[in-house]
């Protein structure tokens, strides 16, 4: 079972550093503080100005750049090493939208357990009819959602219009689950020597390769940073 599976990866699980707690008294900020992330998330994660626009009382999240092509981004998977096609893995989407990309990425690898995570009723519904039982999905936020998925060993997102805010909660999220090894965004400066520097043990993915994957429609190609996990720390609750 995924508990079983969870217990026996948690034992080689380090957790954080009594140091780290002492980083108040040396007046350095606390990552684990909402309040100084919100302020800090968009000068780590993007130089450029995000999207102002609300959808439908959602964030810019809701607008997306283009449809990933699920077979570019599988054969890069492959060649990256990051899914390997005689291994079983879970593969996580964030952002997941009609499901398209799920269900390539299902055919791709057969021996991989895909879920989604989409945050508009219409487009959740129509992944679901759209796939059926051979993946499941998720109704809700990354911020709400993505906690919940203790085994998973990939997160793929297109991240590109995603708040700042968004990412980093997905960032801290994948930190605290055991068992993923990589991160597949569209994010290039994550895990950079300033990131380092503020979050010390929390910060605990590296970039292995920079990939451009083709889009069904909007831009051509998006650009994508795999991340790979390098620490094993498990972020306080």
């Not at 300033?194 to 970039?207: M, Q």
Request: aromatic fraction near 6%.
């Amino acid at each position: 079972t995924d508990t079983a599976r969870l217990s026996d990866r948690s034992a080689g699980i380090a957790a954080a550093p009594a140091s780290e707690h002492a980083d108040a008294k040396r007046g350095l900020p606390d990552p684990n503080d909402d309040r100084f992330l919100a302020e800090w998330a968009g000068d780590v994660f993007t130089s450029e100005p995000m999207v102002k626009g609300r959808v439908d009382g959602l964030s810019n999240r809701a607008l997306h750049p283009g449809r990933t092509d699920p077979e570019c981004m599988a054969k890069i998977l492959r060649e990256r090493g990051v899914v390997n096609e005689d291994e079983t893995c879970t593969i996580v989407d964030v952002g997941s939208g009609d499901g398209n990309f799920v269900m390539g990425l299902q055919r791709a690898f057969p021996r991989a357990c895909l879920c989604g995570i989409e945050c508009q009723p219409d487009l959740f519904e129509e992944s679901v009819r759209l796939c059926g039982r051979d993946a499941n999905f998720m109704l809700g936020t990354a911020e709400k959602m993505l906690h919940r998925c203790q085994a998973a060993n990939v997160i793929v997102s297109t991240t590109h219009n995603f708040d700042a805010s968004t990412v980093m909660s997905m960032v801290r999220t994948a930190a605290r689950l055991p068992m993923t090894k990589y991160l597949v965004v569209g994010e290039p400066r994550l895990c950079t020597p300033r990131c380092k520097a503020v979050y010390g043990p929390c910060c605990c993915f590296e970039p292995i390769a920079t990939e451009d994957v083709t889009t069904l429609w909007g831009n051509r190609s998006l650009p994508f940073v795999i991340y790979r996990r390098v620490v094993p720390w498990l972020l306080k609750a």
